[in-house]
């Protein structure tokens, strides 16, 4: 029984809270503070738009110089990629060119012999 009692207290201060709410939001400075509250929610909603807008500004930037960074790298890669290349062209060139004399010079040591 007590239980009950404590709920109905409790629903019975609900309603008064309720009441009282609407009458001060329905009175002249009730709506004052409606019109601020809505007034600050929008400088609020704008201030949080701007900041987002600044955030994906600096965001696309560093996107910008992470991009080029990369690009870079890679001309440095492929250049010495190429480099690379070239050298070991060079080298297995002259390692052909030195075992064809190898093989021409037995020969003619082979003839001579």
């Known amino acids: ?10 629903l019975l201060t609900g309603v ?32 949080i738009a701007d900041q987002a807008e600044a955030i994906i500004d600096k965001s696309k930037e560093k ?14 890669a492929e250049v010495q990629v190429s480099q690379a290349k070239a050298k070991i062209s060079k080298t297995a060139e002259e390692s052909q060119s030195d075992f064809e004399a190898g093989i021409k010079k037995a020969a003619n040591n082979l003839k001579n012999a």
């Open 1 to 10: 029984m007590e239980n009950k009692n404590s709920n109905s207290l409790m």
């Open 16 to 47: 008064i809270a309720g009441a009282a709410t609407v009458y001060f939001l329905k009175s002249p400075t009730g709506r004052k503070v409606i019109d601020l509250l809505l007034e600050k929610g929008e400088q609020l909603k704008e201030e």
């Open 63 to 76: 996107v910008e110089v992470v991009k080029d960074t990369g690009n870079e790298l890679l001309e440095k």
